[in-house]
């Protein structure tokens, strides 16, 4: 008998915390459901990663050059002042990895932005236009 490879599940909490934007060939891209910060999530669509280091190498590269994607597409709609991209997973073990882009001046600025203030909830047309933007650009970056 052979062991069945598990299937590939988003966490509940990241899936409620944000809006699918698209999938890449190994992430799918979500925007974060936070208003303040422009904040892409890219979680790899393999089940059970926790760490970088759980992704084969060639998944390692894809990675890589989807968070440059992300990047690149978060900057070109934002015109940000910075990006910042981490993989931290200590409320969620799930492997994911967060983009933001950054504004002198935005509500945590220059700080982190996590547990800084109220979340504001994207309305629905708003995240969905600007999830449509995103896709457009990422469509350039790739």
């Known amino acids: 008998m052979t062991a069945q ?3 590939f599940l ?4 990241l899936e409620a915390d944000s809006f699918p934007v698209t999938d890449l060939s190994l992430c ?4 974060m459901d936070d208003a303040r910060f422009p904040w892409l ?4 669509r ?3 990663l926790v760490e970088l280091i759980d992704l084969d190498p060639s998944d390692r590269a894809t990675l890589s050059a989807e968070i440059d994607a992300a ?3 978060l900057k070109a709609v934002t015109d940000c002042h910075k990006l910042n991209v981490a993989a931290l997973g200590n409320m969620v073990r799930q492997l994911h990895v967060h983009v933001i882009a950054r504004f002198e001046g935005d509500p945590a600025w220059p700080g982190p932005v996590w547990g ?3 979340r504001r909830s994207h309305a629905a047309p708003q995240a969905m236009m ?3 933007k995103l896709r457009a650009a990422l469509g350039a970056a790739a």
């Open 5 to 7: 490879t598990p299937a």
């Open 10 to 13: 988003l966490d509940p909490r």
């Open 28 to 31: 799918t891209v979500r925007l």
């Open 41 to 44: 999530i890219l979680v790899p």
């Open 46 to 48: 393999r089940p059970e």
């Open 71 to 73: 990047s690149r597409a």
């Open 116 to 118: 800084v203030g109220e």
């Open 130 to 132: 600007f999830g449509s």
